[in-house]
Every structure is written in C-alpha cells, then in structure tokens.
C-alpha cells in the first residue's frame, strides 16, 4: 500500500497541455507538492507542463513505481497490459465508465482486473480521484486547483470516500469553509482491486492519521473490516449511503455496490467499536473530536463557561440528552469563582461569564474561571462557549489546551459569531487541537461519542476462529429434516438438540389425545395448527390459546383441525406464564457471514426494532456483550420486581445459535420468537428454520 | 403592542455619551435608523451624540411614546414612577439585576410591576435586549454595533428570545455567518409584564412575518398560547431550554412519570401545530423552511439533481428516513433528461449531473435538467445540490424559484464549496427566497417539518370552552373517598361512573367468598392485595395472576393474606386475555392546567415511552387526534391480524378522563395502566387516583 502514498515515480497515462481538462490538473496537482519524478505520457505531446513526455509508457527510460490512468475507459485493458510490460506494479485508474454504468462497464471492469492480476499489478480506482496528503501536499487526483488555492489545513483525520465528486467537495468544504484539517483524502471509487479494508489497515498503521472517516456504500470484506476495527487502536466513524430502500436503488447504479441490511451493518460495526455517523460533515466533526480529545471518563462531567445563560441552559439539555453529566462544582471552586462574578449573581455550572465581564473584561474573566474550573477533581470536561468577534478576541486557546493537558482535562469550544473573525477563530482552535463546534447538539454527540469510544473494549475478540460445535443429536435432526422451511416443532426439535431450552409441547393427532396430552403438561395449554407455508400462524387464525379445560381443548381442537382442511399437524404446548418476550436468531449475510440476532420479542419486536448482532461463532463475552447492547436492559435487568434474566443461561443459547449458523452453511436463518422469560428463564416458544433453497 | 415596535418618540433613561457604554450603544443604535424623535435622558449632560439631552423624563418637552430604561436595577422603579407621572404608557426595561439573581431582585422586580400597574403602564423586560427591527433598521437595544456592521440580511423570518446575551451572538451568527434574513428579533428577558404570549400574537398579526422562531425557557400562560399556536395561519418553531431533569420531582404515578417535563409541554404544543426544534441553528433553518416554502403534499416526492452520487444516495436515505418520498421520475421525464446525458449513464433519480457538465457545462447542464424534473406530475420537489466556487457559478437562482413557482413546486438547496463564493451563494439564495442548507440531514428534517406543517389542522379547536360534564354518580364516589391516593377498587368505581369500561371484579373478605366470585367470573382470575400506601403491587409481591382452579384460588388467597398483614383489602378480578395493553390517565400542569395522556402501557410504557397529551376537556375530534398521534399506530390498527382499537370506544374513554379532570380540580391525577385491549375493546384493568392533599 505504501506505493500508492509514497512512490518515488509516477507516470501519468493521458496527461494533458490543457490545463482545465482532467489530465491537465493531475499534472498541474503533482507540479504543486510532489518532490519524485513524473512521466506525462501522451502519443501526441514532447513536452507537456515543461515535463518531457512519453508516447508510451514502456518509453520512459526509468522505472516506474505508480502509474495513473485517466485514459477513456475502452483503452484501460491495453494500458495496464502496458504497464504490466513495463513492470510497473502500482496502479490508479481514475477515469469512469466501468461497473458504476451497467452490464457492459462492469465486463470491461472484470477484464481490467484479469489483465493486472495476470501481472500482479495492484490497482485503486477506477471511477475515482485517487489520493491526497495534505501535510506532504501530494495530490494524485485529477480534481480542481481550486480545492487548494484557499489554503490548505493540515490536521490528523484521514478519510476514505467511496464517492469521487464528494471527496473533491468534500475537501474544499472542509478546508474553506469548515476549517477542518485533514491528514489523507482517499478516493477509492469501484473498488476493484484496492478495497476499504486495505486503506483502512494501511492508516490504521499511519503516523499521520489520528482517526479515520469513512463514507462508503458498500463494505466488500465484512469480517475483514470487523477484525481491523476491532482491534484497532485509533478511532472510525463510519458514514454507510445506501440505507434506504431507495437510497440502495441508487447505490446498486453509482459505485455499483450492493447495499447491505443497514441494522445489521450498523450493530456489527458498532459492536466492533466503530463509531456510526448520520451525516458528511457530522461524521468529521465527530472524527476531529476523537482525533482531538484524548480519555474522557464515561459520564464527561462537564463545566460550561458562557457567554449567555440560554446556551447554557442548552447545553445542559444536551449533555444529559446524551448520557452525559453536568459537573457539579466543588465548594472550593465556587469559591475561587466568586472574586470573578460581581456579588449579586452566585456562580453556578453553567457559569454564566456575561457579568463577569464588567469586571474583569472577557478576555480576563474567561482565563480565570478556565483556570479556577480546570483544577476542580469534579470536572473532567470545560466547555467554553465563545462569540468571536465583537469583544477582543480569545487568541490563546494554546494556553486553555496546555492548562487543560496539565490537569488531564478535556476542553471543547462552542462558537458563533461574525463570519471572517469567526473563521479565523476555527483554523485557530484547528491548531491549539482543541475541537470547536457551531452547534450545541454536535458538541454534546461528540463529547457522547468520545466518551464512548473511551469505553472501548480493545482486548476483546470479535471474530473467533475456534471450530463450531454442533452435536450428533442436531445432525440427526439437519438429517432428517429436508424442507426448505421447517415447522415449528422440528425447528424446536433442532434447538433442543443444541442445548436451547424449549417449552414441553407434543403433535396430538386427535381431542383424546390432546387431553391426555394436557393431563401430563397441566393447563392452560395452547393449540397451534402446524401448515406447510404458514409461517405466520397468529395471523392465519391457527393459533388458540388460554385453553383451560379439557372441554375447551376438545372444542379447541376440532375449530383448528377444520381450520386446516387436513393439512399439516396440529401441535399441543403448554401455556407459559411470561414476564416478557425475546428474540433471538440467526441469519447469513453476504458481507458478514453468519450472524446471531438477540434483541426484544413478542409484538414489539417489529414496532421498536430493539435488536443486535454478532459475528458467528460467538464466545461467551461477546455473546454476554450482545445481551448488554440491547436499549431495553431495565427489562431484562429485573423491571418492575421481576427476576433479572439469567444471563449464563440467554449466552449460553447464543453461543448455541451461532455454533449452529457458523456450522451449517444450509441454515439460511433461524427466527426464535419468542423466548419467553418468567423468572428469569428464556424458554423457546416458537422456531422458524429456513435452509438455503434452490 | 404596536408602541413597542413603532413608537413615534423614544426616551433612553441612562444614555451616555461613552460611546462603548450600554447607555452610549443604545443612543448609537437609535441614530443608526430609527426616524421619530430621541430623548436622551440623563442629569450630568446636556447633549449626547448631538442630542438634546434632559435631566429626566419629565423635563422633555413633547410627549414620550416608549421609555427605554438602562439605569442600576434599584433604580428602576423611581424611574418607571416618574414615567407615569410623564404619561408614558410603555417601558422597556433593558438593566439587569432582577428576579434572575434572587430573592432580592425578584422582590425589586415585583415593585416595579406594582409601581407599573398603578400607572396602567406595560412593561417589556426587565433583563433584556428589547426589539430589533431588520428591514426597518430599528435597533431598540443596547446590543453592540458591530452586529449589524458587516451588513443587515433582512427576511421574513421573526424571532423571540427569552435569553439576551443569545439574542445578540445569534443575529449577528445569523446574518454574517449564516446568511439567514431576519424581520424581528425579540428579547424578552424576565417577563415580568409583556410574555411571549403577547408578542406571538403581535407577530402572528405582522406583515412582515412569515415564520416565527422562540427560543423560551417557561411559557407563563400555557393556555393562551396554545390556543394562539392552534389558530395560528403562520408557522411557529418552538426551542425550549431547561428540559434537563433538575426540577423533576419524584413520580408517584406513571402518568406523572410518562410526562416528564418536557414531554407535557411538547405533545402538547405538537398538536398545537407547533415545530419543535432541538438547537438554535436548526431551529432558525426549520423556520426559514417554512416562511420560503409553501405548500408541500405530506410525502414530497423529491426529485435529486446533484454534483455528487454519493450525496444522492445520502439524500435518498435521510428523505426515507423522514417519512418523505424519492420521486420516481416519469417516462417522459426520464426520456428527456436523456438528451442532457453521455449515452453510458441512463438518468434516474438521483439525477447524477457530474456526466452532463462535460456536454453542456455545468449551468447549462443543472438548467436544462431542472426545466425537465420541474414540469413531472410525479414531483412535488426539486433538490440541488451545488458546488460552490468551482466552476462558474449558479447565479441565476432567481429562475429556478420562477419556474418552481410557476409549476407549483418547492425548490431547496444543498450547497457546500469555498468560503467566499459559498457566503455570497447563500445571500443570493436568501434573496431568491430558497432554503439553502449546509448539510443533508437539515435538508431533508426541514423539509418534512414543511410537510408536517402542510397538514397543520388549522380548523379544529384545541382549546374547548364547553362546561365538563359529570355523572351524579361520579360525585357520589368523589364524596366518599377522602383518601389523597385511592386504592385500585374505588379508582374503577370513579372511573365505571365516568363511562369508562372497567375489568369485572370484586372485593373478597375470605376464600370462600373468592370462589364463589370466580365461579361467576370464570376461570382464570387474579387476586390483588390492596394495602393502602402500596401504588406498585406488583413490585410488592402483591398480585398473583393465573389463577385457573378453585384449589389454587384457595391457596393463593391465603398467600395473599398473609403478605398483607390484615393490612387493606382483597380484590379478585378475571383475568382477560390481552392482545397488548395501553395506558390512559390525567395530569395537572402548573401552566397548561389539566390534561389528557393516552399512549403504549404495560411492561413497555416507560420503556419506549410512547405517550401524548391533550388539555381536558377534549372534543371527540381533538381525542381521535390523541390516539392517531402516537407512534405505535401499527399496534392499535390490527397488529398481526388482531381487531384494530375500537376508535369511537377510546375516544369516548379519553373523553370521559378530561371531563373528569377538568370538572374535579381535586383530581391531581388519575393512571389507568394497563388499559387491556382485546378483539379491539379496551378495559380499565388497573386504576390509581390522586386527588390533591396537603
């Protein structure tokens, strides 16, 4: 990977004199920060820029470490087989027209990856604009001169775009008008050889980069990706287009990627420590935190210093919207405060430094309560809250990091004010590396997310590479069951030949037996007509239950068995008594592979979608880790003088789950629900087994 | 009001002659452009700025229409005693140093209301920054010149801020940061006379309002502003500060739990009409949605022209996510952009524009296409996205709001790019009358917020003036229970006599008693210990459910029994089958009086908290509201083949509940939870009343 940040030569495949065309800026943007040597190569130029030009290349006389393409896209093949020729081994193809528009595009695509692969030639691209390094002002990219002429802003978040156009946007709007630093700009378009997992690896291991932010519309090596970011030891947040059924539709014709289900992207990656951005420029800001904000404890107990008492109030909102504290000040700071304020207003937390002013002028006033608040043990976080541009300015915001560093405090800036000193202010705080918001809400998510990114678990294993276990009773059953999709009582039968507890049930063939069925179980029971094709048994009326007395059952029995018209089996439980209802499952992913579901069941499982996933074979850890991710824990943590669920036993059934998933690749999905829970205990009610079809 | 906003003579009790004083930038700021006559008042000059200057207010010779004041706080209200004895009849108070710093200074502000009233006099402030007129140039504020110095973007946008400092950063963040146009800006301080109430009648009144954005940390008279906000012909977006948990007093019923603080008022103001919005700028960015777009059809089915595929597929996602529509673009439509694009990428929705700018350019390209989305019958609305400060720019933004215009579509705009070309595109959008926004998620939260206030009921009375009705039956059970929290037995009697279809129960003194009532009842029942002062009995071990024989009834009411201690009384019910469970019950608020709560209840109720409120007494249409506003429709509309809620039964019920609690203002609350729902059909199963003790 590193040739494709450092080459000491690069060759540029349909360079060009004109200096607005695309092949003209890449010469123009090589010219501008790169120290190697550089090959224009065009047939029908001796000299392009001032730099001697090749016909060929296979005509340049020294070797070649990158070669960039931006040829049309019908002549890319010949020109990797060139390249192949000429030995060169790295290559970015920047033009488009391959699999991002259609059939024909995407068979071009296929032929350009079996020519460089014949060659070992390692290619990024194509349909992309390469790779940026500010600090080194490397720009291998066709995009605009323009993008930079404002001034670069050099800072340690790198990004990844999926997306050309966006990434040139992207940078200028972060750069002008954001000041925003960037470490590396990573365009990588189709991804057809170079995907997301080998830049990530590669900035994972980057002096440079700090955090990573990633827009993509696909991840192509799920499990690969989950193990990078599991073990890595600097901050992702991740952007993913495409979620939409719609937005999908759209992903499927652009980069040609194919949208995965969104839940379980998102819950995968959060579990592997990823952080999940909603927006472009949220996800930077979150990343410039990460990058910038160093251990904040869980709870970020956070003292306000403002300018106004209503963005303080706000902030407080906020704060505790996201799971945060507001510090409550020690008696001694209080104190120390008190010289600052004028006598007729107490300071609190928020402070309010408006009336402090009169006394001390801002700028003083501002860097006394910094210096009182920062020592308090009750604070971890200062806030200040600035409005550039009408007092003096607060140009020290080194001294209010430095003092922040000493005390092993964080220190974050909310900002408004009039625009040219405002920007001014940000490239400012960019350098003291302290993260500067223009929203409250985004200062509060960010802090959320530093905090929890803190929280990390960087020692867990995420992807297990122990052999699953699967019992001679469970093949039995895997055996002998050979439908597509299985009814409940084999699917049961298949979750009891694992260790999953079920409730007691049994097939009645007739009343008389029901009841003696009954007699055995104790009512209530329940009566459940088992049709093939019928997943959906509640809704299709073959389900009845509250059945209390053998008369009811007899009644009960005949109403179901003509409700069946003589298919399928008719399937006696006994009534479990429940304190609340769980779901757990199993599904394969293209991406991710097999996964294992848990989350809340019964008929608020589709109305809240409070589910999680995790990679299949699971260890206890993370199966127990999985439990704990759910947002309904009151529930399962004993609401209302209920029992606690008993978590040995719900891992242990997980880790059952995904043993099965991860050893039979037939097992397309299980749906256990619900798991009923009464004292504690999840009980199996309902399976749904489906293996993979014709 | 008027005086307020358009007085023909203006005293300043303090003005100065520092030019950097408060009292000196309120004398600048009136000279800036307001054009009645100024009176400087002031003993120690005799001009000030050029002014003719009076030792005090009843030196000026002509009359005074407004008196500014900035004088200390402990000598305001000599200074409004000798503004009465003037004649003026309206004061702003601007000084500070009132109820906001005390017992103190609430006592001084409670004088100087009294010393007001006693001259009819109407006060705005204190503690406050007055009125700012934008198109006007009226600048009735000692707020710092510098904030209109980089130029005044006037709109049609009002707003009213309770905060002062906030007020001041945010216009001047708004207009040269953001470029958002601004009429009026309110800042109301402490109300200790004119609220918000007033000024939102005023502004819903003003010519030059559109949209009306507040900022409020209380609303003092909860009624009359909903009643204004229900009536209301013009959009209001609401920021409420202070809904962090400090004030939140320990629940003792669910409904009280359920509303919290900021949930009453919110639901409340919701279905109202009002916007709710989470920060400062994203509320200014609802607003100006608002005030610029006009009618929008709920789904508004969104046609994407952009620069970027990436951000297409973003926009699609976060449309979706809103509950808004990706426009599925028409044949003709689709053949006609064709013309626009290279042959290898067929148009679809998002419209990828980057292909395009090679055949026509960019603004030819962006024209040419919108003149064909603008004219498809299935799309409502255009988005653009543009890139600024690359290629020529899109000035003419003007014609796409006329072609809009003229096909009755709503154009917006995403916008990022270089800073300098980026703020003028901004002001060219303002005066354009388009929403430009910086990020997607703002694009698309605004737009369905335009959606949501198109279908803004603007005929049904929130606020009925109808007497409540009441059962003689229900004042004979009020008469006989004393208690201030009842026992579940006389809640449903309360609630029987309302109307309200409770669970078939009764009281039992012995076992014996018990199965004689279950035999009546049928099997299954429950027992309840009823121990007074006990509100969870479930928690306490006091309910025991499933119940389905004589022997185990036997049993279970001797458990019963002897938990209780010979404390309270035994209640057996039977046990009804329940497809899932809601929760009703009714509150009294401080400032909105008494309400109506419906929502999701059982085991779930506090966790997805689910809930909305009405103020009592409700209309049948104002209840069919209530229910149709929670989020779980799916629930109540036929959930996996169940009966979907008896419509007219549940609004009758919620009907009766805001009767009750607005005819009984000794009711303090009442929590019916679970209401159990069955083929459809509610039944109160559990009930607690609070009636108001000391």
């Known amino acids: 990977m590193k040739t494709f940040f450092q080459p000491a030569s690069i060759a540029v495949i349909g360079a060009s004199p004109r200096e607005n065309s695309l092949g003209g800026q890449l010469v123009v943007n090589l010219l501008y920060g790169y120290k190697g040597r550089i090959y224009p190569v065009n047939p029908n130029y001796d000299e392009i820029l001032g730099l001697t030009t090749y016909p060929d290349i296979e005509a340049i006389p020294g070797p070649v470490e990158l070669a960039i393409i931006i040829v049309p896209a019908p002549a890319v093949p010949e020109t990797i087989e060139a390249c192949g020729r000429k030995g060169v081994r790295r290559i970015i193809i920047e033009s488009a027209g391959f699999a991002e528009t259609g059939a024909v595009g995407r068979a071009l695509q296929e032929r350009c990856l079996a020519v460089a692969r014949a060659h070992g030639i390692r290619v990024w691209g194509p349909n992309c604009m390469g790779v940026v390094d500010v600090p080194q002002k490397l720009f291998f990219t066709f995009m605009h001169p323009n993008i930079y002429k404002d ?18 946007g992207f940078l200028a709007d972060l750069m002008s008008e954001r000041a925003v630093g960037i470490a590396k700009a990573c365009s990588i378009g189709n991804k057809m050889d170079i995907d997301e997992s080998d830049v990530l690896e590669y900035l994972l291991a980057d002096d440079e980069t700090d955090a990573i932010a990633l827009y993509l519309e696909s991840i192509i090596r799920g499990r690969k990706f989950l193990e990078l970011a599991g073990r890595a030891r600097k901050p992702i947040v991740l952007l993913k287009g495409g979620k939409s059924s719609a937005g999908a539709k759209a992903a ?34 979150i990343a410039r935190t990460l990058a910038m904000v160093g251990h904040t404890p869980a709870r970020a107990r956070t003292a306000i210093l403002t300018f106004s008492g209503g963005a303080g109030i706000m902030s407080c909102d906020m704060l505790e919207q996201q799971g945060l504290a507001v510090a409550n000040l020690s008696e001694n700071t209080r104190r120390a405060l008190a010289e600052v304020f004028p006598d007729w207003l107490p300071p609190a937390n928020p402070v309010d430094m408006f009336p402090a002013f009169s006394l001390k002028g801002p700028v003083a006033a501002y860097e006394r309560a910094f210096d009182i608040v920062v020592k308090d043990p009750q604070v971890d976080v200062i806030f200040l809250h600035f409005f550039v541009g ?3 300015n607060y140009e020290r915001l080194r001294r209010f990091r430095e003092a922040a560093d000493r005390e092993g405090k964080v220190v974050i800036l909310w ?15 960019q350098e003291a590396s ?28 995420l992807i297990q590479t122990r052999r699953p276990r699967l019992s001679a009773g469970a093949l039995q059953v895997l055996a002998e069951c050979t439908d597509r999709v299985w009814d409940e009582f084999d699917g049961k039968r298949l979750l009891k030949a694992c260790g999953v507890p079920t409730v007691e049930e049994t097939i009645v063939q007739s009343a008389a037996a029901a009841q003696a069925a009954a007699r055995k179980t104790g009512y209530p029971v329940v009566l459940k007509g088992l049709v093939p094709g019928k997943v959906h048994k509640t809704e299709a009326g073959l389900v009845i239950t509250g059945i209390a007395s053998a008369g009811r059952l007899k009644e009960a029995f005949t109403e179901l068995a003509a409700r069946m018209k003589g298919k399928g089996r008719i399937l006696l439980q006994r009534q479990m008594p429940a304190d609340y209802e769980l779901i757990a499952g199993v599904l394969k992913d293209a991406q991710f592979g097999p996964c294992v579901m848990f989350g809340i069941g019964g008929i608020f499982s589709e109305l809240i979608k409070d589910v ?19 947002s309904g824990q009151k529930l399962l943590m004993g609401f209302r003088g209920a029992k606690a669920l008993d978590m040995k036993k719900m891992a242990d ?7 099965l998933a991860a050893a039979c690749p037939e097992i397309e999905q299980i749906d256990v629900n619900p798991f009923i829970v009464h004292q504690g205990i999840p ?6 087994v489906i293996v993979g079809g014709e």
């Open 612 to 630: 999680t996933f995790a990679p299949a074979p699971l260890s206890q850890t993370i199966a127990r880790k999985l439990i704990r991710r759910i």
């Open 415 to 429: 900002a408004i004010g009039r625009r040219e000193a405002l920007f001014a202010f940000r490239r400012e705080a």
């Open 653 to 659: 059934i997980l880790v059952a789950l995904g043993d």
């Open 434 to 461: 302290i993260p500067v918001y223009s929203e409250l809400t985004r200062a509060a998510e960010s802090l959320a997310h530093a905090a929890g990114y803190t929280q990390k678990d960087k020692t867990t294993r």
């Open 252 to 285: 499927l014709s652009h980069t040609s990627s194919l949208a995965g289900n969104a839940r379980l992207q998102d819950s995968l990656l959060s579990l592997a420590g990823v952080t999940i951005a909603q927006d472009f420029q949220q996800m930077m800001e």
């Open 683 to 688: 009980v199996a009610v309902d399976a749904a």
């Open 151 to 168: 001034g670069l802003i050099s800072g340690r978040i790198s990004m990844v775009v999926q997306s050309g156009m966006l990434s040139a």
């Open 390 to 392: 009408l007092y003096p």
